[in-house]
Antibody, heavy 120, light 110 residues
């Protein structure tokens, strides 16, 4: 069974940094692209970033480009999201989601999410 | 800011058919596959439809997807109370070089 377990969320002050992790199991992690998707309280889904299976290609939403960095450790089956210069509008539940063999594919399944709150 | 436009709400009585639209552009729906996700209250989203009209195993055939030009639709036939959820369309956008989601549609079973 595919499992994705996010961690690292919490309360951080504006301008601060946070690193999220997503531990994957139940599939060959190194063969699939991985995504981060977020959902602000009471709002819709917003795609954040995707990384290819090898880690060689990454893409970001305009709202986070230059502030967030997606990475992966295929030896540890773990996905990361380094978030810097955090703003109040980054407050959201962050989900990691398994992609397909390319970065263009659907998200399935999703983790349970980790809440990031940016506030002073 | 969502690039794909959906109606904010849809509703129906048990057994009815409900259709949700998703409007995009030539850079997303017009040239790439459409996906649909269901988010039950308080839970993570779940894949409902992939590659425009394909259902993952375990998804009832009451759910169907279609695409025409720069628009797509999700139909739920034989509506059931457990279908009450938020539904989102999504696609890759070639101009933005990223995935885009729809604005989301809340389905209510009356």
């Amino acid at each position: 069974e595919v499992q994705l377990l996010e961690s690292g969320g919490g309360l951080v002050q504006p301008g601060g940094s946070l690193r999220l992790s997503c531990a994957a199991s139940g599939f060959t992690f190194s063969s699939f692209a991985m995504n981060w998707v977020r959902q602000a309280p009471g709002k819709g889904l917003e795609w954040v970033s995707v990384i290819s299976d090898s880690g060689g290609n990454t893409y970001y939403a305009a709202s986070v480009k230059g502030r967030f960095t997606i990475s992966r450790d295929n030896s540890q089956n773990t996905l990361y999201l380094q978030m810097n210069s955090l703003r109040a509008d980054d407050t959201a539940v962050y989900y990691c989601a398994k992609g397909g063999s390319t970065v263009y594919n659907w998200f399935d399944p999703w983790g349970q999410g980790t809440l990031v709150t940016v506030s002073s | 800011q969502s690039v794909l436009t959906q109606p904010p709400s849809a509703s129906g009585t048990p057994g009815q058919r409900v259709t949700i639209s998703c409007s995009g552009s030539s850079s997303n729906i017009g040239t790439n596959y459409v996906y649909w996700y269901q988010q039950l209250p308080g839970t993570a989203p779940k894949l409902l439809i992939y590659r425009n009209n394909q259902r993952p195993s375990g998804v009832p055939d009451r759910f169907s997807g279609s695409k025409s030009g720069t628009s797509a639709s999700l139909a739920i036939s034989g509506l059931r109370s457990e279908d009450e959820a938020d539904y989102y369309c999504a696609a890759w956008d070639d101009s933005l070089s990223g995935h885009v989601f729809g604005t989301g549609t809340k389905v209510t079973v009356l």
